[in-house]
């Protein structure tokens, strides 16, 4: 008799965004039981996991333009409500779960799969993260993320303050999994390209004010003038009207429309880590880009011009060796990332230049934890989530509410539906409702506060 094929990994995972279904994805496959990833991308493809993904309606859903550019596939790919895909989750059986949400979705679903496998014998692991730099709403995004399984950390330095905040009020930090960044990998940095190249990594809530969005670009120009030779290149996350992560309501797009860059300055778009195949210097705020230009040994600036700060998230960055003002990049400067600093961060720790041996090895941990809660007799205990109705009675329920789910998990009436597909009217309405969203966020809101600071 033929030898009996494995039966492959079954993965959904759920992203509310391009990034985090970027991040959700990407990490799904490394942790996965089984072959690894890079397996899975060979010829013999039918050896890796089974990938679903399910992408929240809202109003950072992707479009395919940024699917297509975040350049990950899945074996099914489609767009749900929450009440839909806890439906999903009852129809389809399921080995592992990824949450790639904001905190209060995580905390929605953490609730709404706990209803809904009651009863079950068996149910699949559930795991969940955060796509990058955790330098915000450290303990309220965490303890929205409690109850999962696996609660991943990108680096060491956050699986220890994840692990404090847990028990500091006393919840079980035995989820805390320390992984590092799904996406880092690429060729390491071997030298000038001709031209050279600078690539200002833009966000799209960081700086969150004209004034200082447009201090940035002029900068970015200047230094297009002063080095001519250079090609400098001005990093975008997404095209006007499009959402992405955070909400961006003044697209560089639109600041550069009132300048005059010279011919060796242009705006990109595309995968990042083709755009860092031909940079030579990179430059940024407090992008997660940072980290995979460190990964790849590319000399990197976080910039210092706006102040060091919480508020840009590039306070994260003290002790790193990579904080520096455009005076000193317009006068030559290339930073030395302090390599203890970069290690803690789970960036090329301690492997080849390429990054590819402990890197590869992060993920070990999370696969073997999973395949070991997938073989335990009996089956996984419910989910236990940190917030309850008892312990959050004037929190819980309003986070759940958004998701159209009520305190116990169960939908709310007048839930959308979750039986069919939306017709040709509902659909044209979704899109004309997203449209005035999007109008308002990047086009009224910002007047309106301009007006409030007369």
Not at 220 to 226: D, E, G, I, K, N
Request: with cysteine; proline share 9%; charged share 20%.
């Amino acid at each position: 008799m033929p030898p009996s094929t494995p039966k492959p990994t079954r993965i959904a995972v759920l992203a509310d965004s391009d990034t985090r279904w970027k991040w959700g994805a990407l990490t799904a496959a490394r942790i996965a039981p089984g072959p690894s990833m890079e397996a899975a991308t060979r010829e013999d493809a039918q050896a890796g996991p089974e990938l679903s993904g399910f992408l929240l309606r809202g109003r950072a859903t992707p479009t395919a333009r940024q699917l297509a550019e975040v350049g990950v596939t899945a074996d099914s790919l489609r767009e749900v409500t929450a009440v839909e895909f806890l439906r999903a989750m009852t129809e389809e059986p399921y080995d592992l779960v990824v949450l790639a949400l904001v905190g209060g979705g995580v905390q929605a679903m953490l609730h709404g799969l706990k209803r809904v496998w009651e009863g079950h014998p068996k149910r699949p692991v559930v795991v969940t993260g955060y796509v990058g730099v955790v330098y915000e709403k450290l303990a309220d995004g965490l303890l929205l993320r409690h109850g999962a399984d696996l609660v991943l950390a990108n680096s060491r330095q956050d699986a220890e303050r994840f692990r404090a905040v847990y028990e500091g009020v006393g919840a079980d930090a035995s989820a805390v999994t320390e992984v590092a960044l799904p996406f880092l990998g690429g060729a390491s940095y071997a030298g000038e390209h001709d031209p050279y190249t600078v690539v200002f990594a833009a966000q799209p809530s960081v700086p969150d004010n004209r004034g200082d969005r447009t201090y940035l670009l002029e900068r970015l120009v200047r230094h297009a003038r002063t080095h001519p030779e250079r090609e400098v290149l001005l990093k975008l996350r997404s095209k006007p009207g499009e959402h992405t992560t955070h909400i961006e309501e003044l697209p560089y797009q639109k600041l550069v429309q009132r300048l005059d860059p010279p011919a060796n300055f242009r705006l990109v778009y595309g995968n990042m880590g083709e755009v860092l195949d031909r940079t030579d210097l990179l430059v940024t705020i407090s992008s997660t880009a940072a980290l995979e230009s460190l990964h790849r040994r590319i000399p990197t600036v976080v910039l210092t011009d706006l102040g060091v700060r919480e508020v840009l998230g590039n306070h994260h960055f003290v002790g790193s060796g990579c904080l520096a003002s455009w005076d000193q990049l317009d006068a030559g400067h290339r930073p030395a990332p302090d390599p203890q600093w970069v290690a803690r961060q789970g960036v090329a720790a301690g492997g080849p230049p390429s990054g590819a041996g402990s890197y590869a090895a992060a993920f070990d941990t999370a696969r073997e934890r999973i395949t070991k809660l997938l073989a335990q007799p009996g089956g996984l205990p419910p989910l236990t989530p940190y917030y309850t109705p008892e312990t959050a009675p004037g929190y819980l329920p309003g986070i759940l509410a958004r998701h159209h789910l009520g305190p116990d998990g169960s939908p709310l009436p007048g839930a959308p539906a979750a039986d069919r597909e939306p017709g040709p009217v509902r659909q044209i309405v979704r899109r004309a409702a997203r449209g005035a969203y999007r109008h308002g966020v990047q086009r009224v809101a910002p007047v309106i506060r301009r007006m409030g600071e007369l």
